[in-house]
């Protein structure tokens, strides 16, 4: 499996098409690699990152050697790991051995130039908002709207941010001003979806006091409810689910079939497409 979209794995059957003929128009890194290889491993990331940086302009082959063993003989594969450029059709240069990003970079620098520009930075700022705290996605997103007003789905993104800092008031707000076509987004159904969850715990109990009741009287719907919104919110979501389908399995009709609601919240608020679908399939052989 690969994890770039300008990634993947090279095979006999698909070589022909893929590595010499579509190196015609995009050339292409061939490497050499087996899973018992340690340098392998940390050569593979690296090469994915300097590959992105072309935009498209560049694509990247992996040939499991243990798989593709006739491949491997074909380039006289020896040592591990090996790259080779291939180009126009024909192989052009190669190397061996982990090479640090800068040494790849030169590598391929050599042929093709450096990286189309913006391409690297971009790639800078992607990483960047991944890792930037719902603090700091307001604090950016208001700048942003100051200097945009006349971009309304900033503000949608702004009522996100909010919402994930805890800004409950102030996230309603910015949902209240949105134009009609945005009202009904998927993503302001989602931060309505991550309100409703927050305000439950307005006056809530911590996850201590909770979990203590719920030692005392596993019977304790309200408990069960209010920890499963903590830890959904919070650093387990996953345990939150859980939470939400036990009162489910439990007291389906409690508080006019609340587990329901709150699982189909908590699907609306969570990225995880993986954790959503298969608690999806939970929730359905409960209820069906």
């Known amino acids: 499996m690969t994890a770039s979209v300008h990634t993947f794995d090279a095979t006999e059957t698909n070589f022909e098409t893929d590595v010499i003929q579509a190196s015609l128009t995009t050339p292409v890194l061939v490497d050499f690699w087996a899973d018992w290889c340690g340098p392998c491993k940390s050569l ?6 300097v590959v992105d940086s072309y935009g498209g302009k560049l694509k990247l082959g992996k040939v499991d050697t243990d798989k593709e063993q006739q491949l491997a003989a ?23 051995g982990a090479l640090p990003e800068s040494g790849v970079r030169a590598f391929v620098e ?21 890792n930037e705290t719902p603090q700091q996605a ?13 971009k309304p789905e900033l503000k949608l993104d702004l009522a996100l941010a909010l919402a994930r800092a805890g800004e409950a008031d102030a996230a309603q707000t910015q949902l209240d001003t949105l134009p009609p076509n945005l009202a009904s987004d998927a993503k302001a159904k989602r931060v309505a979806a991550q309100l409703d969850l927050s305000r439950a715990l307005k006056d ?10 719920l030692a005392q009287n596993p019977a304790d719907h309200e408990a ?7 830890l959904l919110l919070g650093d387990d979501p996953a345990q939150g689910l859980d ?46």
């Open 243 to 288: 939470e939400f389908l036990a009162l489910l399995r439990t007291a389906r009709d409690w508080n006019e079939g609340q587990a329901k609601k709150r699982l189909i919240a908590a699907f609306n608020v969570l990225d995880d497409e993986e954790l959503v679908g298969a608690y999806r399939r939970r929730m359905s052989s409960l209820l069906f």
């Open 138 to 150: 307001v604090a950016r997103l208001r700048e942003e709207i100051a200097a945009s007003a006349d």
């Open 224 to 230: 069960r409810d209010l920890l499963g919104v903590h």
């Open 204 to 213: 809530a109990p911590d996850v201590a006091t909770l979990r203590a009741r």
């Open 110 to 130: 050599k042929h093709l130039g450096k990286p189309p520009a913006g391409e690297e930075s971009e790639a800078a700022v992607d990483e960047a908002l991944a």
């Open 44 to 49: 593979g990331p690296i090469l994915e990152k």
């Open 74 to 96: 074909v380039f006289g594969i020896r040592s591990l790991p090996t790259v080779v450029l291939v180009k126009d059709g024909q192989m052009v240069d190669g190397f061996m």
